[in-house]
Each structure stands twice: as structure tokens, then as C-alpha cells.
């Protein structure tokens, strides 16, 4: 049995942004003190989640879901309470020791901490290599008239790897790193012969990839040369930390810009991101390639509510933002795509126009998805020949004729018209039997998605006096803890509803261990969430200190006396049975106790 320092989860529940956490996984938008968003615990359409960024709670007035940052990763991730301080602290960057039962330290427990220490140690080498020494005064030349300054080499952590092939292996050896584990993590290669090691990437500018906590789990080395016997950019192979379909390139950095503006730029190249950073722009991502996911989509929904997809303007780069564009519309995001003139890519366009230009003419002047699936379609089509004219037409119809509101479709009608010189009424023709074939398909798919969406969530039961006295009671309680040893002293039955008197007893127990009130680690304590929630609401609770005494004697009377009307409905009904068994005796003894404690209940 091991345990986790009280003082280390308080400086991991201190150094948490519940805002910033949540945000990772919801979309919340500020009004007035708080923040709302959809609630990731139940189906809705309305916003009724609210983060309270003063008190660090959470709360959904639909579900009535509330709780901390660590108790929102016990659920939303369905963790125990180690691992939801163990994710919260590597998010943090703050180290984990753990006490068994004998009180020895024991380090915290991760299979892959020796890959990211290796990449950590690795990142640091490079980096050294390439700001301090002879050997890395090219590379550091080369950066410097791209444009980069030393502030944003530190930033991103660039480095540089020597040409010697066993520079680092030799370095990773001598700080004790298991070999095969180092060529799992993808730094060192195992030789031909298997007699040793040689290190990967050699005499390569090192860009370090991050993953969404900040740590480094892989590089992208770019050759110096112009040498077409090596490939420009070599990757970290995927590894148990690195994986494509999961990283954004710059996530972790731009993640707290994207949530406070809603919007997020998206790159195909990670060279994208950095030079955009150099012009200003602090909310940009980039995929490793060109492949982008739905992992990667749906992290960009939680924080962002308006997409702008910039693609290079080759062939490439225009069919990788429309593969983009029909991804993320997929998901439900509405992208704008913004265009680079000629071939360019956005660093180019940088270096010759400039970053203002760069953020006012393309960033700032995005297409809609409809403007840009149009220009798609006419860039190689020459349509003063009809054949390009009717292929033209056909392409623009079957990309968005399923996806566009009645107002855009008689927007595209027109554009079209006026390029083509076809009459509006031929495409309007043309445009409904392209909808009517399409008219079957759309409504099998509309019963499906249907049938997929979660249930609604029942509307939530009407509070009755028993629920707010108990509520109240148990708020007392939870914030007093003197108040809690005169109460329980005095009162031995309080509570009605048997999950309230299961959270009195446990309750008891962490006074027992802690002493001192805490709710937050009170509620920290209990894996089951139902329980929890009933804690947090209670916590929550507006309370009057300088008349707690008088409250809680209010409540545990009123529930004194809930408890007897319970009783006496309960005996009434056994009265009634033992009538109908003809058991006249029981009859008569339960109309008696019921008397009494009717005269009990006078008396109160």
C-alpha cells in the first residue's frame, strides 16, 4: 500500500488551472465569472456546465456532476485517485514520491519514464550542441538568417546533432539508460551486425515534438546539405509515447491562446507553425505530415470553435486543406481556409511579404468551405471549354450540394451562373435531382445518427425538505470539524437517505486521519462517484457560519421528525396488510405504536 504526501497533492491541486484542464476537454466559453460549456458527463445541447475559476470547482446544473480538477480526471478518464494526481503532476511538471506502508520512499511508478527522461536528456544535449559550441555554428547561422532569433531557438528547443555516429548512444550509456530501451524510444538504432548501437539522427537540425503535457517524446531532424541521397526531414519512428495520430506539433503552447480566442490555425508542417509564431500568431498547431486524425479533431473542437485551415499552395498543399476541410466538417467543425498565392508556403510568404501581410491578407481573409470548394474546382478547369464547364459543375454540385443551408446553395447557384453563363434555373434543375438521388441515403443516415445519439438526460428530480436538510446538514459538517465531533456525539441517527449516511461515516474516518476539514480531499477519498457528487453539492452549498450551530440543530430536528412520518406511513401500511390477513392482533399493536408516535411527534 503506498501513499502520496498530502502536501504534494496540494501543491498539484494548487498548481492546476481547473480552467485550463477542463478546456483541454470542453469548449467553454466566459460569461460574466465563470465558464460554461456542453457537460462531458451527459448529452446536451444547451450549456448548463459551469467552471469556477475563483473556487476551482466544477458544476452541471443539468446532471449535477461537480467536483475538482482531480476529481474531474477520476471521471472523466474513470481513474483511481493515484492516477489522476500521477496525470495531474506530469501535466505540472512536479515529481511523484510515494510512502509504503513502512515509510519508504518509493519513486513514482511509469513504464515509460526512461523513454521521456532519455528524450528530456537528448533535447538538452542537442541543444547545447547547437547555441554553445564550434561544432554547432553552421546550423546555428543557417537559423539565424531563416529569420530565428535566440529567443525563439529557445522556445522550441531547437538543437543539433553531430555528424559522429555514436555521440549520444556513448552519452545515454553513461547516464545508465537500458539500451533496447533507448532503441524503443527510437534515438539509437541497433547495428547491422548486432554488436552496438549508432545514434539516429546525425548532423540534422533538431526540432524537439512535444506531447500535450510539454514533455518531449520525439524529434524531426532537417539536413543542412542539399544532398538527394538523404531524405530533407527525418522522424522520430512511432514509439509508446510518439504517435502521429495523437500529436499536434505546438499544442501544449498554443492550447491556453487557442481557449481564450476560440480560434485555432492549423498547419501541415510544423516549420509552418514556428514561422507564424515569428509573426505573431501564438494559436497555431501542426500535424506531423500530412495525415490528420480524428484524435487530432477532436482536440481542437474541445478548445476552439472556429478552425482556419493553411495549407502550402502547391497541388499538395491543396489537396491536404481539402482533406482537412471535409475531416473537420465531419466532426462537426466549421473550417475556413485560408490560401497562399502561387506555390508558396507560409514561411515564404513571411520572408517575402512579411508576417503583417501574412496575418491581415491570409490568416485574417480566410475562405468559407464553400468559397474554397469552388476555387478547388475551377483552378484546373479551362472553362471556355464546355467540357470543363460541365465537369466544373458537376464537381461543385456533388462536393456541396449535401452540406450547404438553403441561403448558401442560392449563393453557389449564382456564382456558378455568372462563371459558366448556365442559367440559374438549369442548376437550380440540375442541383434537386442531384438531391432527390441523394434524398434516401441522407435519411437512412439521418435514423442512424438518430439512434446513436446518447439518451436525454432525466430531468432532475424536485429537491423535497429531506433533500435540502440533508444537503445543508452535511455542508456543516463537511466545513466544521468541531462542529462535526459535538454533532456526532449527541446524534447517533441524523441522516435519512442511506447514501448520506454512508458519506457520515466515512466522514468520520477522514476526521479521524486529517483532523482538519477538506472537503476537496474528503471527496478526493471516495471512488464512487455518485457519492462524490452528493459531496461536492453539499460543499458547494451557500452556508451561514456564525449561525451553524442553530442551523444544523434546525435540520437534524426536521429530519428527526421526517424520520417519524416515515415511520408511521410505513407502520400504516403494515397495519392495512395485517387487516387483509385477518391478523387482528398485529393490527391493533401497530395502531397503538402508531399513536404514540403520533404523540411523540405533537410533542416535538
Known amino acids: ?139 546555428l547561422h543557417y537559423l539565424e538568417n531563416r529569420g530565428f532569433t535566440r529567443e525563439h531557438i529557445e522556445k522550441y528547443g531547437i538543437g543539433w546533432s553531430l555528424e559522429d555516429r555514436e555521440t549520444l ?40 515534438l512535444h506531447d500535450d503535457n510539454g514533455n518531449v517524446v520525439g524529434f524531426s531532424g532537417r539536413r543542412l546539405s542539399d544532398s538527394k541521397e538523404e531524405a530533407k526531414y527525418l522522424n522520430s519512428p512511432e514509439t509508446p509515447i510518439f504517435e502521429k495520430s495523437r500529436l499536434l506539433y505546438n499544442f501544449h503552447q498554443a492550447r491556453l491562446n487557442v481557449r481564450k480566442s476560440g480560434k485555432v490555425i492549423l498547419f501541415e508542417g510544423f516549420m509552418d507553425t514556428i514561422a507564424a509564431e515569428r509573426a505573431g500568431i501564438l494559436n497555431s498547431v501542426a500535424v506531423m505530415g500530412t495525415s490528420l486524425s480524428e484524435t487530432h479533431l477532436l482536440k481542437l473542437k474541445r478548445i476552439a470553435n472556429q478552425l482556419i485551415i493553411c495549407c502550402d499552395g502547391d497541388d499538395a498543399g491543396w489537396e491536404a486543406a481539402k482533406r482537412f476541410a471535409n475531416l473537420s466538417i465531419q466532426k462537426g ?174 466522514l468520520a474516518g477522514f476526521y479521524e486521519q486529517h483532523g482538519e476539514p477538506d472537503f476537496h480531499r474528503f471527496a478526493e477519498t471516495i471512488e464512487d462517484r455518485e457519492l462524490r457528487k452528493i459531496v461536492m453539492e453539499a460543499a458547494m452549498m451557500d452556508r451561514d457560519p456564525e449561525s451553524g450551530e442553530q442551523e444544523v440543530n434546525d435540520c437534524i430536528h426536521h429530519l428527526a421528525k421526517q424520520r417519524i412520518i416515515q415511520k408511521i406511513e410505513e407502520m400504516m401500511h403494515a397495519s392495512k396488510e395485517a387487516e387483509k390477513m385477518n391478523d387482528h392482533t398485529r393490527a391493533l399493536e401497530l395502531a397503538r405504536e402508531i399513536i404514540q408516535l403520533r404523540k411523540s411527534l405533537s410533542a416535538m
Open 1 to 139: 500500500m503506498t501513499k502520496i504526501p498530502e502536501e504534494t497533492i496540494e501543491e498539484i491541486r494548487s498548481k492546476t488551472d481547473i480552467v485550463d484542464l477542463i478546456g483541454e476537454y470542453v469548449q467553454l466559453t466566459k460569461r460574466g465569472k465563470n465558464y460554461f460549456g456542453l457537460c462531458p458527463f451527459h448529452g446536451e445541447s444547451t450549456p448548463s456546465f459551469s467552471v469556477t475559476e475563483e473556487k476551482q470547482l466544477f458544476h452541471c446544473f443539468g446532471c449535477g456532476a461537480s467536483g475538482n480538477a482531480i476529481t474531474f480526471v477520476m471521471d472523466i478518464e474513470n481513474a483511481t485517485f493515484t492516477e489522476a494526481v500521477s496525470k495531474l503532476a506530469s501535466r505540472s511538471g512536479i515529481a511523484i514520491e510515494t510512502f509504503s506502508a513502512d515509510g519508504a520512499v518509493q519513486k513514482k511508478s511509469n513504464e515509460h519514464q526512461s523513454l521521456l527522461d532519455a528524450h528530456a536528456f537528448a533535447a538538452n544535449f542537442y541543444s547545447h550542441l547547437l547555441l554553445n559550441t564550434v561544432e554547432g555554428e553552421k546550423a
Open 169 to 208: 548512444t556513448q552519452l545515454l550509456q553513461r547516464k545508465k539508460f537500458d539500451m533496447k530501451e533507448m532503441e524503443k524510444a527510437g534515438l539509437i538504432i541497433m547495428k547491422q551486425d548486432g554488436t552496438g548501437y549508432f545514434d539516429r539522427f546525425r548532423g540534422r537540425i533538431m526540432f524537439p
Open 333 to 506: 467543425l466549421d473550417p475556413q481556409i485560408a490560401l497562399l498565392p502561387g506555390k508558396m508556403d507560409p514561411d515564404e510568404y513571411i520572408a517575402t511579404f512579411g508576417g503583417d501581410a501574412f496575418v491581415n491578407k491570409v490568416i485574417g481573409n480566410p475562405h468559407s468551405y464553400m468559397s474554397f470548394i469552388i476555387a478547388y474546382a475551377k483552378r484546373s478547369k479551362n472553362l471556355s471549354h464546355e467540357n470543363d464547364v460541365l465537369q466544373y459543375i458537376h464537381e461543385v454540385l456533388e462536393e456541396l450540394a449535401p452540406k450547404l443551408s438553403p441561403i448558401e446553395k442560392d449563393l453557389m447557384i449564382r456564382q456558378l451562373s455568372a462563371e459558366t453563363g448556365v442559367s440559374a434555373e438549369a442548376l437550380h434543375e440540375q442541383l434537386t435531382k442531384r438531391l432527390g438521388k441523394m434524398a434516401k441515403q441522407e435519411k437512412a443516415q439521418w435514423q442512424e445518427s438518430r439512434l446513436e445519439q446518447a439518451a436525454p438526460i432525466a430531468a432532475p428530480r424536485k429537491m423535497t425538505s429531506i433533500d435540502r436538510a440533508e444537503r445543508l446538514l452535511l455542508c456543516h459538517l463537511l466545513n466544521d470539524g468541531a462542529l462535526f465531533d459535538r454533532v456526532r456525539q449527541d446524534h447517533q441517527e441524523m441522516f435519512i437517505r442511506e447514501d448520506y449516511s454512508t458519506i457520515f461515516v466515512k
